[in-house]
């Protein structure tokens, strides 16, 4: 069992979709990075409000005694519209990813095939022509 397992982790496949787990990890990072950093105060700008604090409150919340704002219901749209942003941001480069690669494997196919030679009844054929004449 050990050793079946051993083959299966080994497979190319499994490995490449590991590498390609980590690095779209560290992807999603970047990409969160860049919208809470450069997009969302852009957008931000448009609302003059954080973008992330953006949200449509349902119900009013009392201050406490301690200045804390407590029992407000509120719909946090800024944020889920910065989640939204940070995944058609990643979706649109993993499809221009695996876009890049099956141009590439398409290619690879496309490679012209070494021409074939005679077959032996061919060349069969043009012996037996030679020695008809």
């Known amino acids: ?3 079946e397992f051993k083959e299966f982790a080994m497979k190319g496949n499994l490995v490449d979709i590991a590498v ?13 990075s860049f919208t809470g950093g450069i997009v969302s105060p852009l957008i931000g700008l448009l609302f ?17 005694e301690a200045g804390e704002k407590v029992g407000e219901v509120a719909v946090l749209y800024g944020e889920f519209l910065t989640n939204v942003i940070d995944f058609i941001i990643v979706a649109f480069v993993m499809f221009m990813i695996v876009k890049g690669v099956n141009s590439m494997k398409k290619k690879e196919e496309e490679a012209p095939a070494e ?19």
């Open 1 to 3: 069992m050990l050793k």
């Open 48 to 64: 003059n409000a954080n973008f992330n604090d953006l949200k449509y409150i349902l119900q009013e919340g009392t201050m406490n």
């Open 20 to 32: 390609g787990f980590v690095m779209g990890a560290a992807f999603n990072k970047v990409v969160a």
């Open 115 to 133: 021409p074939a030679g005679p077959t032996q009844e061919e060349l069969l054929m043009e012996i037996r022509d030679a020695l008809k004449k």
